[in-house]
């Protein structure tokens, strides 16, 4: 008999194995709208890369095609049943995001399809897709990126307000101004209420 602790744990395990072998993935639903329009996004950059790979080659091109276009991993949640539902709640669990699309690229959480979208839009989506640098090994290296997931924090992007100490640094000038500012008020109405007094 399988516990639900067991079941759960089968859920855990096969979510992180499939994140960690899939280049493009999404988890879907295949009527929702949302999860359509991310789809539709990756299956253009990628169609797109190959038909640069198929005027920039001779010959192969098939393949490469082919190649590229299994890059992208969809996992429909709704067509899983029961076993849908409970990797949709590990997800949340995971990411925090109980929505789908729920997407990830090369291990990192991407969000769902507005977070895809902006990045479509300024152009990051091609270069994060296959620009990936290669340890010695070959394995995926970390990337540096000019935005933030939900759950990664990509070397080097890092803002001034993400470091604790510089917005404590900046709280405390801030309340030094603050603090000055009322002494220096109280000790210049301070004359003017003593040559009050002695008026009257």
């Known amino acids: 008999m399988t516990t639900n602790t067991g079941r759960e744990m089968d859920v855990s395990q096969e979510v992180d194995e499939t994140i960690a072998r899939s280049s493009v993935l999404v988890y879907s639903k295949s009527y929702c709208p949302h999860s359509q329009r991310a789809k539709k996004i990756l299956r253009e950059v990628l169609q797109s890369a190959s038909a640069n790979d198929h005027d920039n080659h001779d010959g192969g091109a098939g ?4 190649g590229t276009v299994e890059i992208l991993q969809v996992v429909e949640l ?4 029961g076993r849908g539902v409970q990797i949709q709640t590990y997800l949340a669990e ?3 995001q109980r ?3 729920n997407i990830f690229i090369h291990q990192k959480h991407i969000g769902g399809a507005d977070d895809l979208t902006e990045i479509y839009q300024t152009g990051q989506l091609p270069g994060l897709i296959f620009d990936v640098p290669r340890t010695t090994t070959g394995s995926p290296d970390q990337r540096t990126r000019s935005f933030h997931s939900r759950l990664f ?3 080097g992007t890092k803002s001034a307000a993400h470091h604790p100490m ?3 640094v900046v709280v405390l000038l801030l309340a030094g101004l603050v603090y000055r500012f009322v002494i220096l008020s109280r000790s210049s109405s ?3 209420q003593q040559k009050k007094k002695q008026k009257l």
């Open 78 to 81: 709704d067509e899983l049943g």
């Open 166 to 168: 510089v917005i404590l």
């Open 63 to 66: 393949e490469e095609e082919e």
């Open 153 to 155: 924090t990509y070397p």
């Open 99 to 101: 929505t789908v699309p």
């Open 190 to 192: 301070l004359p003017d």
């Open 94 to 96: 995971l990411t925090h």
